[in-house]
């Protein structure tokens, strides 16, 4: 495993966005671990965050794209950072928008926050996690509305590594449906590779109970090994 990976994972635990115990996600599974993004709260937390994503992101799908795109709410922090990320560490300039919940009727008026989109944009979309690509069936329509951009792929945190609404992955099944790639900064069997019975901060967030829960999770509710890309 590459060691920014690894030092991605402690700094998710570091900011307390990842979490193991008992939880209830978005979609109603009951899950021993959780990943909230919304607990990066400084500046210096947002801006090691943006790094990360700015790596993984020209890692799969390089530094040829205009726009990173994060869908409201969570997406817009991650869009910002990232695309200051891309400037400081590449010095590549990447425009970032997203979208807003209601269209603003007043002012600048429209649904977009940041650059506008145009025919032959090339965009990258940026998420935290996603279990069921619910928020990209939402998104796209807003994307296609504006002009003839061109989606290069969906980056999110952590792959969850389960099944969305069929047998296959949440992000494999938006791959399908949506004819271009997705990736994650890391998958959560990096996770577990890295966690399990290693002390981090003092604790051992994985051990051999832990894992039994996150192993017995993952006979409901993962996919094969070979389904996922």
Do not use: W
């Amino acid at each position: 495993m590459e060691r920014y990976k690894q030092e991605f994972i402690e700094f998710m635990v570091a900011c307390d966005v990842l979490k193991f115990g008992d939880f209830i996600t978005k979609s109603g599974r009951k899950t021993p671990f959780f990943v909230n993004t919304g607990f990066y709260r400084t500046g210096k937390q947002l801006k090691k965050l943006g790094e990360y994503y700015a790596r993984a992101i020209r890692e799969h799908f390089g530094t040829e794209f205009d726009v990173l795109f994060g869908p409201a709410y969570k997406g817009i922090p991650l869009s910002v950072a990232t695309s200051m990320a891309f400037g400081d560490l590449y010095d590549t300039e990447v425009c970032y928008c997203s979208n807003r919940k209601e269209v603003k009727d007043h002012g600048d008026t429209g649904i977009l926050l940041g650059s506008p989109l145009k025919d032959g944009d090339r965009v990258v979309l940026i998420e935290d996690v996603t279990t069921a690509g619910t928020s990209i069936g939402e998104t796209l329509p807003v994307l296609k509305a504006q002009g003839e951009v061109q989606v290069k792929g969906l980056m999110v945190s952590v792959d969850r590594m389960e099944r969305g609404t069929g047998a296959d992955s949440a992000l494999t099944e938006i791959r399908k449906a949506y004819g271009f790639p997705t990736a994650a900064i890391v998958t959560m069997k990096e996770v577990v590779e890295h966690l399990y019975n290693r002390p981090i901060q003092g604790r051992i967030l994985i051990d051999d109970k832990m894992k039994e829960a996150i192993d017995a999770y993952y006979e409901i509710y993962g996919v094969k090994q070979e389904e996922i890309r």
